[in-house]
Nanobody, 128 residues
């Protein structure tokens, strides 16, 4: 049974840093693209970042330069380091996984519908 479990969400102040973790289990995810999405109150689900199986990354413009996605293959875990947090980063953050391939561009993985597995989400609240 495939499971993605996010952790690390909490209440922080604007300008703070926070790191989210997503622990994957049930299979080896080394050949999967791992993404982070978020949903703010009253808004649609939004792409945040993705890391491909070869380690290349792609970010939403809204977080570029502030957030860093990384992965630890040995422990099937993906991280999202978030710096300079803003009130508009307040949302539930979701981890997602999908099989990677050689022919899709990075932007392909910004579409939530291509992902097969999802975590339950972790809440981040940024107080200004």
């Amino acid at each position: 049974q495939v499971q993605l479990v996010e952790s690390g969400g909490r209440l922080v102040q604007a300008g703070d840093s926070l790191r989210l973790s997503c622990a994957a289990s049930g299979r080896t995810f080394s050949n999967y693209a791992m993404g982070w999405f978020r949903r703010a109150p009253g808004k649609e689900r939004e792409f945040v970042a993705v890391i491909r199986w070869r380690g290349n990354t792609y970010y939403a413009d809204s977080v570029k330069g502030r957030f860093t996605i990384s992965r630890a293959y040995a422990v099937n875990t993906v991280y999202l380091q978030m710096n300079s947090l803003k009130s508009e980063d307040t949302a539930v953050y979701y981890c997602a996984a999908t099989t990677d391939n050689y022919f899709s561009g990075d932007n392909y993985f910004s579409d939530y519908s291509v992902y097969d597995y999802w975590g339950q989400g972790t809440q981040i609240t940024v107080s200004s």
